[in-house]
């Protein structure tokens, strides 16, 4: 039993079957070698994992931030940032990193936000001066931060996988992303001081006021979720369709930027990319049930834990094995594959489940832009024409910025679980 569900899953892995291939065939084998049990399980256990009211608010989301990537949502945020950044060493880095948390609070995508502000500020960032190497890694890494802010689609996830509340853990990812963003604009703001970079314009309320004109209606969907979920108007997934009324009604009758063919054709993508993501969270809430069924979380749980080893150390090691996972693996997969193992394990350590969801996505995150693989390497590669090379040198001091914040998150729990007393009282 534990090579099927332990070495078979790393050996097709590793010779690229897909993820959902994987899990499936794991549990297919142990089922059939090991547990007698009826395959009737399977179907019954794909179907039911899918049937999940949480889970309505992830291809809601993925429309919005579609639809937002569109027309001049993006350029009117990225104004409204600039305007009120002034003079300051590397106010346009600055305003790339706000305009891209501001971004993600609006779709919860990473790759989407990389795209999006990327294609924005690359031609600005190049004109003002900005070196190649430190503009690649700063757009490479910039959308790490929109896993964590809300209504990030991985914290969805993870709380249907943990079986969490997911307005508690929205509400814990706001401050670790406020910490993530002021971490990285300060790096940036050193960095530019440092190279003599920046002080592009100086500060003027007329623009700020003009840019805040235009760009009061993009900036409506955050406030619709935000004010929606925690002022007891709508749960998540209501939330999640609001916004996505609101996202194509304002391109439509107010920008009058998108038409129906555009309407349709972010449909079709959101239909796409649901369909892949649905199909993971199937195979895998399978996989977790063979695990569960098997007791192999238990059994995990009190190996480590008889060791005895001290809180710090286990997780420092849950750090290390998330980030080489995150390397390797998408998000989503690794928080359906893993979170049925560790979440029992952190439990039984006494770490909140709703602080170890932050934790997780930080790391998750961080692997996003993390070599040799992360998603949105490929992202800035792909669509803003960056060389390979150049990315992989430009993301190396931005790993170690988001390092220092994920031991800040990890070690310092008041600083996810302050947005979850604050909700309770």
């Known amino acids: 039993m534990s090579l099927v569900l332990g070495v078979l899953p790393v050996a097709l892995l590793l010779l690229g079957f897909p993820i959902f291939l994987v899990l499936l065939t794991a549990v297919m084998a142990a089922l059939l070698l090991f547990m007698h049990i009826p395959l009737s399980v399977l179907h019954q256990t794909l179907f039911g994992a899918v049937n999940a009211y949480t889970l309505l608010a992830v291809p809601f989301f993925i429309f919005t931030g579609e639809l937002m990537g569109r027309g001049s949502v993006a350029q009117r945020l990225v104004n409204f940032v600039n305007a009120g950044v002034g003079r300051i060493p590397g106010g346009l880095g600055v305003t790339t990193v706000c305009s891209s948390a501001l971004f993600g609070a609006m779709s919860g995508l990473s790759a989407a936000s990389v795209a999006t502000i990327g294609r924005a500020m690359l031609p600005a960032l190049m004109k003002a001066g900005y070196p190649m190497r430190f503009s690649a890694g700063l757009l490479t890494s910039m959308g790490a931060i929109d896993v964590v802010i809300p209504p990030s689609i991985p914290l969805l996830v993870y709380g249907t996988a943990a079986q969490e509340s997911v307005p508690r853990l929205y509400a814990a990812g706001i401050v670790p992303a406020l910490l993530l963003t002021v971490l990285l604009c300060s790096y940036v703001v050193w960095f530019c001081w440092r190279n003599g970079i920046g002080g592009e314009k100086a500060f003027d309320f007329g623009e700020l006021g003009r840019a805040a004109a235009r760009g009061i209606t993009a900036l409506g969907a955050p406030v619709i979720i935000f004010g929606g979920i925690y002022g007891g108007v709508f749960t998540p997934t209501e939330a999640a369709a609001v916004a996505c009324v609101y996202a194509a009604g304002v391109p439509m009758l107010i920008y009058r930027e998108l038409g129906w063919r555009d309407i349709f054709d972010c449909a079709q993508s959101t239909a796409i990319f649901t369909g892949q993501i649905l ?62 193992l560790l979440v029992p394990l952190v439990k039984a350590l006494g770490v909140d489940p709703v602080h170890f969801g932050i934790i997780f996505t930080v790391n998750l995150g961080i692997g ?32 170690f910025v988001y390092l220092v914040g994920l031991a800040i998150i990890t070690y310092v729990p008041a600083v996810s679980l302050a947005g979850v007393h604050w909700l309770i009282h």
């Open 279 to 340: 199909v993971i969270v199937a195979c895998a809430v399978l996989f977790g049930w063979v695990l569960t069924v098997n007791q192999i979380p238990s059994a995990l749980t009190e190996w480590l834990t008889g060791m005895h080893l001290p809180l710090w150390s286990m997780l420092l090691a849950i750090n290390v094995l998330l980030l080489l996972v995150g390397s390797f693996m998408d998000g989503i997969s690794a928080i359906l594959l893993l979170t049925p």
């Open 368 to 399: 996003l832009f993390h070599p040799p693989f992360g998603i949105n390497i490929f992202v800035a590669q792909t669509v803003l024409r960056l060389p390979l090379n150049m990315i992989y040198r430009g993301i190396v001091p931005f790993v």
